[in-house]
Each structure stands twice: as C-alpha cells, then as structure tokens.
C-alpha cells in the first residue's frame, strides 16, 4: 500500500524560499504523477502542480512564476519549492498521487504538513 | 479560477441519507466527466471517495455514490452512519489541463 509523507520547515520567513519533500513508501515513484496541493486555514483546497516521474511538469497558472517541483527516484522523494513566500501561502501542503494521464483524481495523499509564513 | 461552491455543512440522523452538492462552470463540472470527490478527517490524509463522477473505488463503502446534472455534482451518502462525520471536497478537471477544488462541506451526524 502506497504511502506519502510531507516533510519539512514548519515556519519559514516572509520573501524566503518554502521547500517541502513527500517520501514515497510502499511503492515506485516511477510511472505516476505526483502533485502538491495546499489549503490556506479556513480556506479551499488548491492545487499547486504535478510533475510526472519522466521530468514534465504542469503549474497552476497562478502560482507558476514561484513553483519548481523535482524528482529524486533514488530516494524514492519528490520536492516543492516556492520562492518569495508571503503570509498568503501560509496553509497545509498536501502531496497527491495521480495513477496515470488518464487519471483526474489524486490517490493516496499524505497527511498534510503545516506551513507558517511569518518572520 | 472560482473555486467549485459546496454548502458549509449538512447534517443528519443515523440510517438518513444526505446528499452534497458541488457547482462549477461549463469549464470545469460540466465540462468534463472528471469529478472526484474526498472524505477529509481533520490530521488523516484526505481519502478518495468517488471518482469520474461516479466510480466508487475499491474498499469504499457502497453507501456513497456520485452524480452529475449540468454543471452540478452531488455526492450521497445513504445509511449514514456515525464515521461518516467528516469534512468532504469536490474536485474537478479544468480548462488549461488544471484542477479546482470544491469548498468544502462538514457533514454532522446528529
């Protein structure tokens, strides 16, 4: 059984870089697609990006100018980076897994790790 | 990119059913057969309920079950039962190969 694990800074300074791993246990990372997805306190979901295992990415338009997403296959991990982070990005960061291209919908999640954007 | 509109929270007794509505555009719920909804417990990791509008995955219980009219999704849930009591968010497949989500409703078991 497939599972996620976010890890990471839990506060991180306003105009800093936000940086978050998700280990993947219990399965290859290759052959999926595997994608971040935050929830601001008191807010909706919102997805961030995926990247698929072979390096192609696709960003929400809203967030892309401050979005990389990487792969380390080795050490079965995939990352998040966010530069010039303001209190606006302070939420739960989720990473999701997607089956395949045909898939549209996000099976298993990690637990959510929390976020805090402050100096 | 409006996020899809759920109600807050709805409520019912054990053994009702209750059902939860997701509303979006022409450009995202009815635009596409790809809804999923997710059972959310406060600290767990969000789980997948329903997918494709109305494909139920494996080990989920046959008590939930999805739809779709126009740009409305609805997901019931019969035989309420006490570990039903969560929150639950819609998802949709968007234009420009993005996703949006639902708001999010608290379901309560009175």
Known sequence: QVQLQESGPGLVKPSETLSLICTVSGGSISGYYWNWIRQPPGKELEWIGYMYYSGTTNYNPSLKSRVTMSLDTSKNQFSLKMSSVTAADTAVYYCARRYSSSSRWFDPWGQGTLVTVSS | QSALTQPASVSGSPGQSITISCTGTSSDVGGYNY?????????????????????????????????????????????LQAEDEADYYCTSYSTISTYVFGTGTEVTVL
């Open chain 2, 35 to 79: 809804v999923s909804w997710y059972q959310h417990h406060p600290g767990k990791a969000p789980k997948l309920m329903i997918y494709d509008v109305t494909n139920r995955p494996s080990g989920v219980s046959s008590r939930f079950s999805g739809s779709k009219s126009g740009n409305t999704a609805s997901l019931t849930i019969s035989g």
